[in-house]
């Protein structure tokens, strides 16, 4: 296939999708996608053993991109853009600390929590995993890429959930931000596999991840501040102007972040919440002008929806291979760390807002919400991908772990959550 039929097979599989979501499953679209995705793979691979030219077509779609890269480097920036310019960013400002702690702390700690908890299972003989020879650093790397929660996914739900504004912006802010510090972490911990643990001092690594942090947040800044500057010169008089702008500058972010090393992740939020502003400075009056017009909202809208469609469609191609090398005896670790990437979740987010309801007021069950809200996508996914292929064997278990750890979120905690709110 050439990229218009990969694109227009794509977009048609979406568009299908979205309709049998909206008429027969009628579920939540991030659920509902995923599960068509699940039956999609089931699909191929049953009709695969009649016709094994139909599975080699299917495995050959994945073969002709880098999924890795057109989601981090072409589909997250959309994404998060959109999901930056949907957030309440006032209320976000008052709570920035908190959002802050909340998604600092909670990758961290989880990153490190889930990471131990692997590698002392792999040295249990009962399992059988000792020789996959995954070192320490390999088990954070899973551990770094599966703390990240997805934040399409996650702002898909709590819009539906009649929470209060500052309960929903605390979770969408902690979602958007927790992603661009996740991807960090995994890249320092990656540039550690990659070089020698021996190689790597503290220096080097505070560097590296100071570099990815403090660059994309000023890089977002400027580019939002000019960004800003343009969308208010035009007066909302050109709105297919404002879509060119804003189009440019979310492709233009990780260009310049690739040169320099920033965090493109962060760096687009951060411009996102510069431009979702209005010029009274006020979200709950009547008549409000917004720096942008009503056009450009509507485009995003439309474009992170496409855009999560096809993603998930991927995600059910690309799982394929995984799911033809599958191993039953991997059952038992996978729900072992399902529980451990939970309860890691939970002490990062409960630790926080313990420490800040010293002076903050938070609603009950606010940590409760946060932690069971936190459901993992494409991102973790495509990151798994990205691991070395010097991790060797053991890349095939973070694989399954990671997709395993993601089904459960969006199927289990997603199709849950709105029983928990209640």
Known sequence: MNFLELATFLLLLASI???????????????????????????ILIAGVISPELLTFATSLTEQFDFSV?????????????????VNVH?????????????????????????????????????G??????????????????????????????KKMNLSSITETRIAGESLFNDGIGVVVFLTL????????????LASVGSLFATEVIGGIVLGAIMGFLGLKLVKYIENEHVELEVLITLSMVLLVPVISHIFHFSAVLGVVVMGLFLNQNIDGDDQAEGVQRVMGDYVYKFWHLLDETLNAILFILIGLEVIPILQNFDFSYLLIILIMIIVVVISRGIGVFVPIKILSIKKSFEKNTALIITWGGLRGGLSIALALNLPDSIGSGKDLILILTYGVVLFTILVQGLTLKKIVK
């Open 129 to 158: 995993l000792s020789e996959l020879g995954l070192s320490y650093v390999d088990c954070l790397l899973f551990g770094a890429l599966i703390a990240p929660t997805d934040p399409i996914a996650v702002l898909a739900m709590v």
């Open 70 to 86: 057109l989601l981090i480097d072409v589909m997250l920036p959309f994404l998060l853009f959109a999901g930056a310019i949907s």
């Open 91 to 127: 209320e976000l400002l008052k709570d920035k600390l908190t959002i802050l702690l909340l998604a600092s702390f909670g990758v961290v700690f989880s990153t490190f929590a889930v990471g131990t908890g692997l590698f002392w299972l792999t040295e249990q003989s009962f399992l």
């Open 190 to 201: 990656l540039s550690m596999k990659l070089e020698g643990i021996e190689n790597v001092t």
């Open 17 to 43: 999708f979205s309709i049998i979501n909206l008429r027969i499953l009628k579920l939540p679209q991030t659920i509902g996608l995923m599960v068509l995705a699940i039956a999609l793979s089931a699909v």
